[in-house]
């Protein structure tokens, strides 16, 4: 059974930083797409930020410049670092696996998904 937990989330202020982590259980992630989405309050799954298994990366717009996501193969571990908050970053932020080669697919097409960490920003 294949298992993402994510965790780091929490109350940062506009212009600190937080780094989430995503730790994988079940499966290798080594050969697969991960990425990071987020769901703001009364919002649909926003994508952030994907990493191929090439280590090829894809950011939103909306992020790009100011998060990185990154993969750890050995600790079957990616993460999302996330530097210059600003109070709209506010949201529960999931990762999620897809076996696919596609960067920047749909949070319904994604294999698997985890549970999310609450990541706010004040003003």
């Known amino acids: 059974q294949v298992r993402l937990v994510e965790s780091g989330g929490g109350l940062v202020q506009a212009g600190e930083s937080l780094r989430l982590s995503c730790a994988a259980s079940?499966?290798?992630?080594?050969?697969?797409?991960i990425a990071w989405f987020r769901q703001a309050p009364g919002k649909g799954h926003e994508f952030v930020a994907a990493i191929s298994r090439t280590d090829r990366t894809y950011y939103a717009d909306s992020v790009k410049g100011r998060f990185t996501i990154s993969r750890d193969n050995a600790k079957n571990t990616a993460f999302l670092q996330m530097d210059s908050l600003k109070p709209e970053d506010t949201a529960i932020y999931y990762c999620?696996?897809?076996?696919?080669?596609?960067?920047?697919?749909?949070?319904?097409?994604?294999?698997?998904r985890g549970q999310g960490t609450q990541v706010t920003v004040s003003s």
């Open positions: 079940g499966r290798t992630i080594s050969t697969t797409v």
């Open positions: 999620a696996l897809s076996l696919s080669y596609r960067l920047n697919f749909p949070w319904s097409s994604a294999d698997y």
